[in-house]
């Protein structure tokens, strides 16, 4: 495809403009200055300064580390909107919410196929969490969360059992803890029935994806290994047309 009509495609701004913006230099492919009527592909890094531009055709899946205060939400009315925060040149949804007060990572694509089979919720795929909490973890606080946990809130209609689940003490306040559903506030409330107050909660995990190196507000692209792995563990799903919140 030639540039102009890339960087047009990619909805930043008009072939003409386009035009004017590689004659001015203003636009580069691969770290090179990009030329007039050139050719480029989905492979092709295209730049306009350092904005990285990609075709809106391009199936894009990103690991973000959220902040705690950024909330889940495509309502530009919410000023810390994830949309907003992260500002990313190709339109990204969020696949599985991450509540405003956690943080950690969140995948984020513009495939609505894998979204869907991410956020159905019967189909129970792992997350795993990182959680500080206000006393000593105890064994027996770990083997009562490793049981199942009733839950109640009656404002929000919620009467229900947690299902078992993975548990690990790994500090004096801080336990690990790998979920396979998706009940609002899960892990928050399960400490609060059994006595405890979460003063931190960073998920590390979703599927195959880890959050790894990343530090608070930045992002990456999935390696094509990963893309690989989270598409075959969903591929049955998307196939069934529908999918929940994780």
Request: net charge positive.
């Amino acid at each position: 495809m030639r540039l102009n009509k890339y960087i047009s495609e990619a909805g930043i701004c008009s072939r003409r403009e386009a035009d004017r913006l590689i004659a001015g230099g203003c636009v580069t492919v691969d770290g090179r200055r990009a030329e007039p009527g050139m050719q480029v592909t989905q492979e092709n890094d295209v730049r306009i300064g350092k904005k990285q531009i990609k075709s809106r055709n391009e199936k894009v899946v990103l690991a973000v580390y959220k902040p705690a205060g950024i909330v889940c939400t495509e309502d530009m009315r919410e000023k810390k909107n994830i949309i907003r925060f992260l500002n990313y040149p190709v339109r990204v949804t969020y696949a599985g919410r991450l509540d405003k007060d956690s943080e950690g990572l969140l995948i984020m694509t513009n495939d609505g196929d894998l979204i869907n089979a991410m956020m159905r919720a019967r189909h129970c795929h792992e997350k795993e969490y990182k959680v500080t909490v206000n006393k000593p973890v105890t064994d027996e606080f770990i083997k009562r969360l490793k049981e199942g946990v009733h839950i109640v809130d009656k404002e929000k209609g919620l009467d229900a059992v947690t299902l078992p689940c993975e548990a690990e003490k790994i500090g004096k306040y801080t336990f690990s803890i790998v979920l396979t559903q998706g009940l609002n506030r899960q892990i928050r409330r399960m400490c609060e029935t059994l006595g405890y107050k979460v003063t931190k909660l960073l998920r590390v995990r979703v599927l195959n994806v880890e959050l790894g190196s990343l530090k608070s507000g930045e992002i990456r692209r999935l390696t094509k290994q990963e893309l690989k792995e989270i598409y075959e563990q969903t591929k049955g799903r998307q196939d069934e047309g529908a999918y929940g919140a994780s």
